[in-house]
């Protein structure tokens, strides 16, 4: 049987290896069951089966750099659940931005040119998602200062002002018409009759594609922060 303070060992332990919330929760119960399977079957106290239990998860608690952006380290089995969450937000992200590009080509097919310059997607998002990506991380910083707690992982894999950065080297490094907001409306309409040749609209797409997925990857992973710091205000408060 574990004890009310022997339990507070094995999470102090986990907290110094920077693991806290649900994955504190999962490793801590999976560590309790192993020590008591040791202590029956090696007739072992609780200090030398959790000196044992430690060893066993060493490679999975060994702590690893977060990312190539941040110094931070966390635990290996940390950063592989970190790394499988920032796979999903770029396939979550770019599905996004592919389905974006689908909406303004079927717009472009069905509605006049004023409608569609009217609703433009593109300049929409690209008017609004900075702003907000500003918000959000003013937002994280604000909730990160008031939790004061090191443990909790920050998702920033891409940071956002890193976005910005790229924005603009691309913005520069693409030349695209002064009338870019219209490019795939003129396009599906007027083809090669037009201004906008293919090589012209593929460019444009691919950029467009490529800096709204950076700009959402980024919005998912503030979203995702933020959210880990209120539910860990809500929990601990």
Do not use: C
């Not at 909406?103 to 998602?129: C, D, M, P, T």
């Not at 003013?138 to 976005?163: S, T």
């Not at 396009?187 to 997925?213: D, H, M, P, Q, W």
């Amino acid at each position: 049987m574990i004890t009310f303070f022997q339990e507070r060992e094995i999470e102090k332990y986990l907290w110094e290896k920077k693991i806290s919330g649900k994955l504190l929760t999962e490793i801590k119960d999976h560590m309790i069951s192993q020590i008591l399977e040791i202590q029956n079957n090696e007739n072992l106290n609780f200090e030398k089966a959790f000196q044992e239990t430690k060893v066993n998860w060493s490679k999975d608690l060994m702590l690893v750099r977060k990312n190539i952006f941040s110094s931070q380290k966390i635990t290996k089995i940390a950063y592989e659940l970190d790394k499988n969450k920032n796979k999903n937000i770029f396939l979550k992200s770019l599905l996004y931005s592919l389905i974006v590009v689908v909406f303004q080509i079927v717009s472009a097919l069905v509605l006049s040119e004023s409608w569609y310059l009217g609703i433009h997607i593109f300049k929409i998002i690209f008017a609004v998602l900075p702003f907000a990506l500003i918000v959000m991380y003013i937002q994280q910083k604000y909730l990160a200062n008031k939790v004061h707690r090191d443990n909790i992982v920050v998702n920033n894999f891409i940071h956002p002002l890193f976005v910005f950065a790229v924005t603009l080297i691309l913005d520069n490094f693409i030349k695209l018409p002064k009338n870019s907001l219209s490019i795939i409306y003129d396009y599906i309409n007027y083809g090669s009759r037009g201004e906008i040749t293919t090589y012209v609209f593929a460019k444009s797409v691919i950029a467009g594609v490529f800096l709204l997925t950076f700009y959402l990857f980024s919005y998912f992973s503030l979203r995702e922060n933020i959210r880990r710091f209120k539910n860990y205000k809500k929990l601990y408060s």
